[in-house]
């Protein structure tokens, strides 16, 4: 298939992304098909927050890595999976706490190699958080994963803050990721919106967002299967002021790049 999605030309593909460790972490439930359209909500909690109290936008990672992804799997050819390749957020709002947030999204291209899908969250009035835009590539083979569609049991003890959750040590002028094994995706790789946050959060803790500022937007290519323990550096562009902009790497044990973003920061005053 080429070009926009003609959804009554094709055969859907109905299984679900199941849900794993990351999913659990991070809140994820009700992923689902509505025709070609997906859709899934997520119930933050206090670990999706900053110290001051702030909604942590990296943390919608996971919940738009797999409605967004569902979107383009539905339309694979049944003997293919895929993997995110990259993602653009807009952050728009900060949820209000305690809200259960929805993300919906259709695919608009997809060829023979992948596809593309729009989504958007919204909190309970419909009012929206962030819009999404993701590329994913098709690759041989649907894991074992997701024909069992083993489902990771629940959490007993909830991660209590978002430096629990996500576990970023700082070593200099860098931040590591320690691996744990269990936020993988179906391939068995590094879960890409787990890698998302982290990024986000680098990038915060290593001060490049300046102070006032919130992250308005996020562009990350992933370049790389991730695993092992992870490097993220990351770079000031610009640091103006209503306005700023910064770059975080991922590098893995062998040095080679696994993942880049693009981040911006905007001050919401005069
Ligand atoms: C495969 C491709 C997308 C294509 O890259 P291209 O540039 O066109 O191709 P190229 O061949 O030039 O390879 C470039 C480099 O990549 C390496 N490599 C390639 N294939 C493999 C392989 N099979 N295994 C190992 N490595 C492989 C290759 O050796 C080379 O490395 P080198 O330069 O020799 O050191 C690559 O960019 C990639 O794996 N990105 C990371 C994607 C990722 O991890 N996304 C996040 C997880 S998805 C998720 O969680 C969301 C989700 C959840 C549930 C459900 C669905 C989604």
Redo the contacts with the bound molecule.
């Keep these: 298939m080429n070009g926009p999605v003609d959804v009554d030309a094709v055969q859907l593909q109905k299984l679900l992304?199941p849900h794993g460790r990351p999913e659990e972490l991070f809140g994820l439930s009700g992923l689902g098909l509505s025709g070609a359209d997906s859709f899934g909500t997520m119930a933050p909690g206090p670990w999706s927050r900053e110290r001051d109290g702030r909604f942590a936008a990296g943390i919608l990672g996971v919940l738009a890595?797999?409605v967004l992804?569902?979107a383009v799997?539905a339309h694979r050819h049944p003997d293919m999976?895929?993997?995110?390749?990259e993602f653009a957020f807009d952050f728009f709002s900060s949820p209000v706490e305690g809200q259960e947030l929805t993300a919906s999204a259709t695919a608009l291209v997809v060829d023979a190699g992948g596809g593309g899908s729009h989504g958007r969250i919204t909190d309970e009035g419909g009012g929206a958080v962030a819009d999404v835009t993701f590329w994913?590539?098709f690759?041989e083979g649907v894991p074992q994963a997701v024909v069992d569609q083993h489902r990771a049991p629940s959490l007993e003890v909830r991660p209590g803050s978002l430096a629990e959750l996500l576990g970023l040590e700082r070593d200099g002028d860098q931040m590591v990721f320690r691996e744990r094994g269990e936020l993988v995706?179906?391939?068995g790789?590094?879960?890409?919106?787990?890698?998302f946050p982290t990024l986000e959060r680098a990038a915060v803790e290593l001060g490049a967002r300046p102070e006032g500022m919130v992250t308005a937007s996020m562009r990350i290519n992933?370049?790389?299967?991730?695993s092992g323990d992870i490097l993220i550096a990351v770079r000031q562009i610009h640091r103006g002021r209503t306005f700023a902009s910064a770059e975080a790497t991922a590098l893995r044990p062998?040095g080679?790049v696994?993942?880049w973003a693009l981040l911006t920061f905007r001050s919401t005053g005069r």
């Design positions: 992304i890595d797999n992804a569902q799997l999976w895929a993997v995110t390749t994913g590539r690759v995706n179906p391939l790789i590094m879960h890409g919106g787990v890698l992933y370049l790389r299967p991730a062998d080679k696994a993942a």
